[in-house]
Nanobody, 123 residues
Framework: VQLQACGGGLVQAGGSLTLSCSAP????????MGWFRQAPGKEREFVSA???????YYADSVKGRFTISRDNAKNTVYLRMNFLKPDDTAVYYC??????????????????WGQGTLVTVSS
């Protein structure tokens, strides 16, 4: 499965961006999807996830500011990011998971990864 993430860019603090990740193919609806990010000099961390049925999960650092959603008809998952902060600056990766796990926040359980898209938030 090839994941294509896009939508990154440069934005001022307080601004918004929407990332999207497409997964061409007829099996997109069978995947749980996640977003992770990696800031310079830091390890990759969990941001958000959405199950096959639409249940959503968020890291505490983005809760209330970010919204994950999916459109199975378009084979696409979105991450709407509002009230962006300089600390949100990172390369954002989308990932797909085939099987259920309670460890939705662990990158180890994701089977497929996109190439990443850079989000830069200026102060």
């Amino acid at each position: 499965v090839q994941l294509q993430a896009c939508g990154g860019g440069l934005v001022q603090a307080g601004g918004s961006l929407t990332l999207s990740c497409s997964a061409p193919g007829r099996t997109f609806s069978s995947y749980a999807m996640g977003w992770f990010r990696q800031a310079p000099g830091k390890e990759r961390e969990f941001v958000s996830a959405i199950s096959r049925s639409g249940v959503t999960y968020y890291a505490d650092s983005v809760k209330g500011r970010f919204t994950i959603s999916r459109d199975n008809a378009k084979n696409t998952v979105y991450l709407r990011m509002n009230f962006l902060k300089p600390d949100d600056t990172a390369v954002y990766y989308c990932a797909a998971r085939t099987y259920y796990t309670e460890y939705y926040y662990s990158e180890s359980y994701y089977d497929y990864w996109g190439q990443g898209t850079l989000v830069t938030v200026s102060s």
